[in-house]
């Protein structure tokens, strides 16, 4: 399985944007589908983002289509979450999560490997 280090989490205003970016380990990174979900306090984890091996295909949750951005580069074995015009509801730890396959995918159980997180607080 690869191993997944989110970074790029931190404390930003209402309207402004920050910058997700997962790491990723070994030399297959291409083969895998990534995704991006949030769990806020007391509540079930929820699909964000997703992004195809290529980066030929993107789904969002609705809740931050046109705000969020997901993108790869596969030579760099990273993956990114553009967040822009933040909301206090987009609190939440983001999670970065891979799995081996050739469309994207928008549900957690169907993930086999995932990061430690990383805190993003949205203030008003």
């Known amino acids: 399985q690869v191993q997944l280090v989110e970074s790029g989490g931190g404390l930003v205003q209402a309207g402004g944007s920050l910058r997700l970016s997962c790491a990723a380990s070994?030399?297959?990174?291409?083969?895998?589908?990534m995704g991006w979900f949030r769990q806020a306090p007391g509540k079930e984890r929820e699909f964000v983002a997703a992004?195809?091996?290529?980066?030929?295909?993107?789904n969002y949750a609705d809740s931050v289509k046109g705000r969020f951005t997901i993108s790869r580069d596969n030579a760099k074995n990273t993956v990114a979450l553009q967040m822009n015009s933040l909301k206090p509801e987009d609190t939440a730890i983001y999670y970065c999560?891979?799995?081996?396959?050739?469309?994207?995918?928008?549900?957690?159980?169907?993930?086999?490997?995932w990061g430690q997180g990383t805190q993003v607080t949205v203030s008003s």
């Open positions: 070994g030399r297959t990174f291409s083969r895998y589908a």
């Open positions: 999560a891979a799995k081996i396959g050739s469309y994207y995918y928008s549900t957690a159980g169907e993930y086999n490997s």
């Open positions: 992004i195809t091996w290529n980066g030929g295909y993107t």
